[in-house]
């Protein structure tokens, strides 16, 4: 079955710097890529996603990659505001029959104003 | 409003009682899901269904059962056989088709006294 491993588990970094977090999975027939973000209270909502024909997808300062051939790929965050501090989830969705849906451990994200 | 929704958002439950958490969806899904999250770990499939009155174990599925005799819903059992219970569940689902996000509930966070 697929595995997904995330890195890091927790990430800090100062209000107006970038964050990266990078996830890999191991089921090479998973050809979309979701990420989540949860706040809590708010619960978990997707705030970009990619699918397995596209390299790079970009939405304001949120940015999504995928590197099909190595089987990872990476959530970029820039210009960092307080309000981004949640716990992120990737995912990978497989396009076998039960479209089951296999997320990463979450890293915590904190941007120190 | 089209949703998912989890109940109740508080359990509590004594040892060695079974409990059922309750999920509804009134998004048209065909894929249904139920997550286990803890601290460090990430979510971690327990159950998924793709279709009425079918399902599949997930990774952690012992100590749970669950039931799909209708779209819309999906109720996971927590049992008296799991041995640590005490978490925060959620419960997703999807169109069930390639490259389509899931959509979340607001979780129950289940506390075995």
Redesign the interface.
């Known amino acids: ?1 697929e595995n997904v491993e ?1 890195h890091p ?1 927790t990430l800090s970094v100062q209000e107006g710097d970038s964050a990266v977090i990078k996830c890999t999975y191991s089921d090479s027939a998973s ?2 890529f ?1 990420w ?1 973000k949860q706040e809590l209270g708010k ?4 705030i970009i ?1 990619i ?1 397995s024909n596209v390299g790079e997808k970009k939405d304001q300062r949120i940015a999504v990659t995928l590197n099909k051939t190595a089987k990872h790929f990476s959530l970029h965050i820039t210009e960092t505001q307080p309000e981004d501090s949640a716990v992120y ?1 990737c ?1 990978a ?1 497989d ?1 076998g ?10 890293t915590k994200l904190q941007v120190i104003p | 409003d089209g949703g998912i929704t989890q109940s109740p958002k508080y359990l509590f439950r004594k040892e060695g009682q079974n409990v059922t958490l309750s999920c509804e969806q009134n998004l048209n899904h065909d ?1 249904m ?1 139920w ?1 286990r999250q803890d601290p ?6 327990i159950y ?1 269904s ?1 279709i009425v009155n079918d399902f ?1 174990k ?2 952690i599925a012992e100590g749970y059962s669950v039931s799909r005799e209708k779209k819309e819903s999906f109720p996971l059992t927590v049992t008296s056989a799991q041995k640590n219970p005490t978490a925060f569940y ?1 419960c ?1 689902s ?1 169109s ?12 129950t966070r289940l506390t075995v006294v």
């Open positions: 079955g995330q588990s050809n979309y979701p989540y619960g978990s909502q997707l996603d699918r989830f995912a969705k396009s029959g039960y479209q089951k849906v296999t997320f990463g451990t979450g | 894929a899901y997550y460090g770990q990430g979510l971690r499939l998924y793709q599949q997930g990774d959620l997703a999807s069930g088709t390639a490259n389509t996000e899931a959509f979340f509930g607001q979780g």
